[in-house]
């Protein structure tokens, strides 16, 4: 069973169809025994997301009412939620010093490696960092994270 960390350019191509959607719906299929971590702005961020692409005329409003409703369902449910703490932000400071990240990718960053701190620590495989943000892969490779892009599939 693998371990992927999604930010929310990779997990908002579960709930709107773009260049890696297929990739990334087989990824979060609880059939795959995939486990799955998300930072907890990840949720604000798909659902501001989603209506954007609303308001852009690329989704409906009705499919993003059906997406929303699963993305909440999902985070209750599915996801393994990375809770953003004083030190997380603090090291997410850093971070956005470090490799001049905007700031919620460096949140991002913190939270996908305190997530594979935690697996380390408890003796488990590597997470994979999945974003289709260039510069976010570019640091999670620095950080020496394995990196995927969903738009390469």
């Keep these: 069973m693998a371990a992927y960390f999604f930010d929310t350019s990779a997990l908002v191509k579960r709930y709107a169809s773009e260049?890696?959607?297929?990739?990334?719906?087989a990824l979060l299929d609880p059939a795959a025994g995939h486990r799955i971590y998300v930072a907890r702005i990840t949720g604000v961020e798909c659902v501001a997301a989603l209506t954007r692409k609303v308001r852009?005329?690329?989704?409906?409003?009705?499919?993003?009412?059906?997406?929303?409703?699963?993305?909440?369902?999902?985070?209750?449910?599915?996801?393994?939620?990375?809770?953003?703490?004083?030190?997380?932000?603090s090291d997410a400071m850093a971070l956005a010093e470090k490799h001049a990240l905007r700031g919620y990718d460096a949140v991002q960053l913190a939270a996908t490696i305190e997530a594979s701190n935690e697996r380390a620590g408890l003796k488990l495989p590597a997470l994979t960092l999945v974003t289709a943000d260039v510069e976010l892969l570019a640091a999670g490779e620095t950080e020496g994270l394995a990196t995927d892009d969903p738009n390469t599939h």
């Design 56 to 89: 852009g005329h690329h989704l409906t409003a009705a499919d993003a009412a059906t997406a929303i409703m699963t993305l909440r369902n999902e985070l209750a449910n599915l996801l393994r939620v990375v809770e953003v703490t004083p030190a997380l932000l």
């Design 19 to 25: 260049t890696g959607t297929a990739w990334a719906t």
